[in-house]
């Protein structure tokens, strides 16, 4: 994975999908003295179906902010969109650019954007917010550097900024990288374990062990394509 950048910003659709595996890579960047910022979406109000929208939206955004703060990220943004039916176009596509103008990262970091996902031998079908969030992102790194697309943005103070060099997707089945995230493993326990009401919602199982089980399980599976070592795997579109 290359090193030579300084600022990430992670732009997903939900609370919990960096918590699924990336946070144990944010994790270790942070250890190497790099920033990074995470955006999301929607706050999940969806989410959790033994809760009504109006009481799950705040208690996920409280838990999202909780988990970023348990592998050391302090800037957490959402942008309201509607859970469940993330659209695809260029109103999603201006508010990602306007974020990528205002925090101008090197790195952006975002979820699979593919129809599908794979754990194990099993192939899931992604679902839309996934597909359609990771392609407005991919998008909207080119428009954030061009100034004649969006040019409002760029009367309210947000000027061009084309210094992203790389795009990270994480959970991609088509992965071309990896960080070795070892010692970012707890991190990331402790960040999926924040989302303890959506996870007792979803499993029966004790959620520390479940977390754990998950994030280990992950960072094997990318082990055995990276020297043994464990790790964090990502799609990376260089610009």
């Given at each position: 994975?290359?090193?030579?950048?300084?600022?990430?910003?992670?732009?997903?659709?939900?609370?919990?999908?960096?918590?699924?595996?990336?946070?144990?890579?944010?994790?270790?960047?942070?250890?190497?003295?790099?920033?990074?910022?995470?955006?999301?979406?929607?706050?999940?109000?969806?989410?959790?179906?033994?809760?009504?929208?109006?009481?799950?939206?705040?208690?996920?955004?409280?838990?999202?902010?909780?988990?970023?703060?348990?592998?050391?990220?302090?800037?957490?943004?959402?942008?309201?969109?509607?859970?469940?039916?993330i659209?695809?176009?260029?109103?999603?596509?201006?508010?990602?650019?306007?974020a990528?103008?205002?925090?101008?990262?090197?790195?952006?970091?975002?979820?699979?954007?593919?129809?599908?996902?794979?754990?194990?031998?099993?192939?899931?079908?992604?679902?839309?917010?996934?597909?359609?969030?990771?392609?407005?992102?991919?998008?909207?790194?080119?428009?954030?550097?061009?100034?004649?697309?969006?040019?409002?943005?760029?009367?309210?103070?947000?000027?061009?900024w084309?210094?992203?060099?790389?795009?990270?997707?994480?959970?991609?089945?088509?992965?071309?990288?990896?960080?070795?995230?070892?010692?970012?493993?707890?991190?990331?326990?402790?960040?999926?374990?924040?989302?303890?009401?959506?996870?007792?919602?979803?499993?029966?199982?004790?959620?520390?062990?479940?977390?754990?089980?998950?994030?280990?399980?992950?960072?094997?599976?990318?082990?055995?394509?990276?020297?043994?070592?464990?790790?964090?795997?990502?799609e990376?579109?260089n610009?």
């Amino acid at each position: 994975m290359p090193t030579d950048w300084r600022r990430a910003l992670a732009i997903v659709a939900h609370p919990d999908d960096l918590e699924y595996g990336a946070s144990a890579a944010v994790a270790t960047w942070l250890d190497d003295g790099r920033e990074c910022v995470y955006l999301l979406a929607s706050v999940g109000e969806a989410g959790i179906d033994t809760l009504a929208p109006a009481e799950a939206g705040p208690l996920r955004e409280r838990e999202q902010r909780a988990s970023a703060a348990a592998v050391g990220v302090e800037t957490v943004e959402f942008l309201g969109h509607p859970d469940g039916v993330i659209e695809y176009g260029t109103a999603l596509r201006r508010d990602f650019a306007a974020a990528i103008r205002r925090h101008r990262p090197e790195l952006v970091l975002t979820l699979n954007h593919h129809d599908t996902w794979s754990w194990g031998d099993s192939v899931f079908w992604n679902t839309p917010d996934h597909r359609n969030v990771g392609r407005a992102v991919l998008d909207a790194v080119a428009d954030a550097g061009n100034r004649w697309i969006f040019p409002d943005l760029a009367e309210e103070g947000l000027l061009p900024w084309d210094g992203v060099r790389y795009v990270a997707v994480a959970g991609s089945p088509r992965p071309t990288h990896a960080v070795d995230a070892s010692s970012g493993l707890d991190r990331a326990v402790a960040s999926l374990l924040c989302h303890r009401t959506y996870i007792e919602a979803l499993t029966k199982e004790d959620p520390e062990t479940y977390c754990r089980t998950f994030l280990e399980g992950s960072m094997q599976g990318v082990a055995a394509r990276f020297g043994g070592r464990p790790g964090v795997s990502f799609e990376l579109f260089n610009r």
